[in-house]
């Protein structure tokens, strides 16, 4: 079955610790993205790839990081330099323009303590 | 800049009522395409409906409708006689076509269904 894989759904880190989020798709899809969610917040974009070797940064990238070395993988990290890590992460692939509907993972829910 | 409001934070029904989620949408393209997706308590997004602009007659699909409305920048969604299984968060979208730019999602609507 075509999809798109997050590992684990829950994560739990120490403060001051970075920590790799992994996203994997097999829908053959250029586009990914990485998106947070907070409580009444709606999903809000950290970064996004329209292809390999290229991505862009979202509306909240301060404190991410990202690699897009294979068109099937989107790993996201979160540094210690994020502020309010603590949070829902969900990773989502398309066919490349806006245009198109995104097909969600399961996400990662990240407790920072 | 483009902007997506949604501004029923919850709702609660009874089963079997109907209920509809508004959504209303800003952006200064002439060509934007507008999505509605549903997450359930699992977490998951589940996409179910695209629309563009230049096509604003309603769409039904099983208990589903969509109003798509120009004049007033809105794209509501209704769900008829409501089942406990709609329970979810609901999220209406916006793409605008200039700019290949991501969706821009609303703060979503809450949706309770109550046996």
């Known amino acids: 079955d075509g999809g798109i894989t997050q590992s684990p759904k829950y994560l739990f880190r120490k403060e001051g610790q970075n920590v790799t989020l992994s996203c994997e798709q097999n829908l053959n899809h250029d586009a990914m993205y990485w998106y947070r969610q907070d409580p009444g917040q709606g999903l809000r974009l950290i970064y996004y790839?329209?292809?390999?070797?290229?991505?862009q940064k979202g509306d909240i990238a301060e404190g991410y990081s990202v690699s897009r070395e294979k068109k099937e993988s989107f790993p996201l990290t979160v540094t210690s330099a994020q502020k309010n890590p603590t949070a829902f992460y969900l990773c989502?692939?398309?066919?490349?323009?806006?245009?198109?509907?995104?097909?969600f993972g399961p996400g990662t829910r990240l407790t920072v303590t | 800049a483009q902007k997506v409001t949604q501004a029923q934070t919850e709702i609660s029904v009874v089963e079997k009522e109907d209920v509809t989620l508004d959504c209303v949408y800003e952006t200064r393209d002439t060509t934007y395409y507008l999505f509605w997706y549903k997450q359930p308590p699992s977490g998951e997004l589940v996409f179910l409906i695209r629309r563009n602009s230049f096509d604003e007659q309603n769409e039904i699909s099983g208990r589903y409708s969509w109003n798509f409305q120009k004049s007033t920048s809105s794209f509501n969604f209704t769900i008829t006689a409501s089942q406990v299984v709609d329970s979810a968060v609901y999220f209406c979208a916006l793409s605008e076509m200039a700019g290949n730019t991501p969706l821009v999602f609303g703060k979503g609507t809450r949706l309770s269904v109550i046996a």
């Open positions: 790839s329209q292809i390999v070797n290229d991505f």
């Open positions: 989502a692939s398309s066919v490349p323009g806006g245009v198109y509907e995104q097909y």
